[in-house]
């Protein structure tokens, strides 16, 4: 059987594909509603999203289980063609950086201020199976049979297998996760950066430091009970039916695999590219540092800066944000610890007038969720006006129809006043605590 | 000869120049020694954009006791004709592209057509009427021949050879030249990228003030 089209492959709701894909949008220009889908299947999303929850819910796990790969068509997936995928995505040209690495919403609204391309450390492939979500063990049996196919197929690449019932309760009762990080560069990324960097440039290393307890299946494949969220590890763990961990691995979705490091590493020495680092400890982490550099750098434009955009995992939209000059403060999951990082940020600057906050919607009132309620609030406390895009808060947690309805009501906001370059490279790395040297001011 | 103010140069889009007027007379406000070129295609004037060009740097180079241009600015179709004469004349101390044509994705008359179409309905509504009496004194076959012109004459081929300092303006909202061809435009350092939110294709047409801020500011940072 031929190799499945690297557009099958990878799942529509993955965190890295789906904030590549936004910053491709902007890169080109253009602003990035309904997370990228079309026009047609937007207004079908919004029309659905009236229905009751009671066939909602059905629709939608049953729309979200049909990306699911047939198991005995692992072998058919080649990892090195969706890596040429997400780099021909980027519009042809010579930038003045390239990220590269772990999966991050704030650096990719970074980036899109820059305007440079973030080439993505891993992508999901969501697999057809089913089972009974509360049940982990389940899970790595499955894995543990069908995993051998996809890696002996991709040998450049890990497999973290990541189960969590308790954010992706509908999805994982008929797919699970598999979560793979590129351990070695693909070589569509070689030639991408080799096409692609402005001579001297250079190349921006994410890591994200976080790990997470793991059952080790083999040398490339890792089962990971649980996922960064609104539970430690240690709750996911004492959950019945779950395998005992044996050993600690970067967390599935965010975390850095050492190897990708190391062979971009390599990479740069021999190509003559700077190597910077961005390193931080868990994906909420750097949206701090990011919404007060692109704050600053609105102030020194003459921008007011004082409306902040708060998107929520993958809903956002980095090119309508920053061409309308919203502070961009992106928060990984509605959870209490997202809402906790909100709240420290705006007790750390200046006021803002208005907070404009997006919630993704995974339909479960999981444990650690935080409500629109509670969102709003943290604005009120700190005197901003606090508005819902494109959220009906009655329908809360289960308003999946949000997903079409964040582009058009960010399209509202009023455009930036002043004309604007990108942001330079020196001063992006400096505002998150990687100050560059010898590299030249883009 | 003793300077007195700064030279700018605007070479308008394709056999059209009132549009451009209120722009021109907001860099003269502001103490510029602002002239507004004859635009391509238009009575006289060549329609063939690089033959415009080579003429309009003869035409700076001519004077050899005469200023140097520091600003010159080219407004789409014109921006092609300011590449070109910027490239062959090492008088230009800076070059600004305006809605830079033509996009590599749109180089056939259908497909430019049809961006011009669909950038016409973002436009403002009184830009058609100050253009029409232009079109109408240039006629068709002039005008055809301009976009011909247009779609052959490549600006990146030119840049290589520029003297002046380069800075590419690309208007948000404009449909005819993307996003991603003004970008690429300006891969060299230290050229740069400016993008004017809310702007269509035919800015600065009725946002006189930004376009004179930007060419101050151009001016001023280039001048240290």
């Known amino acids: ?442 | 000869m003793t300077r007195t103010a700064t030279r700018v140069i605007v070479v308008p889009g394709a056999a059209v120049s009132r549009y451009a007027l209120p722009a021109v007379a907001a860099l003269r406000a502001r103490g510029l020694d602002a002239e507004l070129a004859d635009a391509p295609g238009s009575p006289g004037v060549p329609t063939d954009l690089a033959r415009y060009g080579g003429q309009l740097a003869a035409r700076l180079a001519d004077r050899p006791d005469g200023p140097d241009v520091d600003v010159l600015v080219g407004l789409s179709v014109g921006a092609q004709v300011a590449a070109v004469a910027a490239a062959h004349c090492e008088r230009v101390r800076r070059v600004l592209l305006v809605s830079p044509t033509v996009d590599p994705e749109a180089r056939t008359g259908p497909r430019l057509l049809g961006r011009w179409l669909r950038g016409g309905r973002l436009e403002p509504p009184r830009l058609g009427a100050r253009q029409l009496p232009d079109w109408a004194r240039a006629g068709p076959r002039r005008v055809a021949a301009v976009v011909r012109s247009a779609i052959e004459v490549h600006i990146e081929d030119h840049l290589d050879r520029l003297a002046g300092r380069l800075t590419v303006v690309h208007a948000e909202r404009d449909v005819i030249t993307s996003h991603a061809y003004a970008a690429r435009l300006v891969q060299s350092d230290p050229a740069r990228l400016v993008v004017v939110p809310g702007a269509t294709h035919s800015w600065p047409y009725q946002d006189e003030a930004r376009f004179a801020d930007l060419v101050e500011s151009i001016v001023e940072r280039t001048t240290a």
């Not at chain 1, 190509?271 to 750097?286: C, I, K, W």
């Not at chain 1, 999951?333 to 006021?351: G, I, K, N, T």
């Open chain 1, 1 to 442: 059987m031929s190799d499945m089209a690297p557009g099958d492959v990878v799942a529509s709701f993955d965190s890295a594909s789906v904030l590549h894909a936004g910053l491709a949008a902007a890169l080109s220009g253009r602003s990035f509603p309904h997370l990228g889908n079309s026009a047609a299947a937007a207004a079908a999303v919004r029309a659905a999203g009236r229905l009751p929850w009671s066939v909602l819910r059905h629709l939608y796990t049953r729309i979200g289980a049909s990306e699911g790969i047939a198991p005995h068509r692992l072998g058919d997936v080649d990892l090195g063609a969706v890596a040429g995928m997400l780099a021909d995505a980027y519009p042809r040209r010579r930038y003045p950086a390239v990220l590269v690495g772990s999966t991050n919403g704030a650096l990719a609204h970074l980036a899109a201020a820059m305007q440079v391309p973030w080439l993505p450390g891993t992508v999901l492939v969501p697999v057809a199976r089913r089972g009974d979500p509360h049940r982990p063990v389940d899970a790595l049996a499955f894995g543990r049979a069908w995993a051998p196919l996809l890696l002996d197929r991709n040998t450049g690449v890990v497999l973290h297998h990541m189960h969590d019932q308790v954010q992706d309760e509908l999805m994982v009762a008929r797919m699970t996760y598999f979560r793979m990080k590129w351990r070695e560069l693909p070589a569509a990324y070689t030639r991408f950066l080799s096409a692609s960097l402005a001579p001297g440039a250079p190349v921006v290393l994410i890591e994200d430091t976080s790990t997470w307890p793991v059952v080790r299946v083999g040398e490339r494949h890792v089962f990971q009970p649980g996922a960064q969220g609104g539970l430690e590890p240690e709750r996911y763990l004492a959950r019945p039916h779950t395998p005992t961990a044996d050993d600690e691995a970067a967390e599935a979705e965010w975390g850095a695999e050492p190897g990708f490091g190391a062979a971009l590493a390599t990479w740069c020495a021999a190509n003559g590219h700077p190597l910077l680092t961005v390193r931080f400890h868990g994906p909420q982490a750097p949206a701090h540092d990011v919404a007060s550099t692109v704050r600053r750098w609105y102030r020194e434009r003459g921008e007011a800066a004082d409306r902040l955009v708060v998107p929520s995992f993958v809903l956002g939209d980095p090119w309508r944000t920053i061409s309308t000059a919203g502070v961009p403060f992106w928060t990984f999951f509605s959870v209490q610890a997202a809402l906790r990082a909100l709240d420290d940020h705006l007790a750390r600057s200046e006021p803002y007038r208005q907070v404009d906050i997006l919630q993704f919607q995974h339909g479960v009132r999981s444990a650690g969720i935080a409500t629109p309620e509670q969102w709003a609030g943290v604005a009120r406390r700190h005197g901003a006006q606090p508005r819902l895009v494109g959220l009906d808060p009655r329908r809360f947690p289960h308003d999946i129809a949000t997903i079409a309805r964040y582009g058009p009501a960010l399209a509202e906001r009023e455009p930036a006043r002043r004309p604007w370059t990108p942001m330079a490279v020196t001063f992006a790395m400096d505002g998150v605590g990687t100050p560059p040297t010898g590299i030249r001011s883009a």
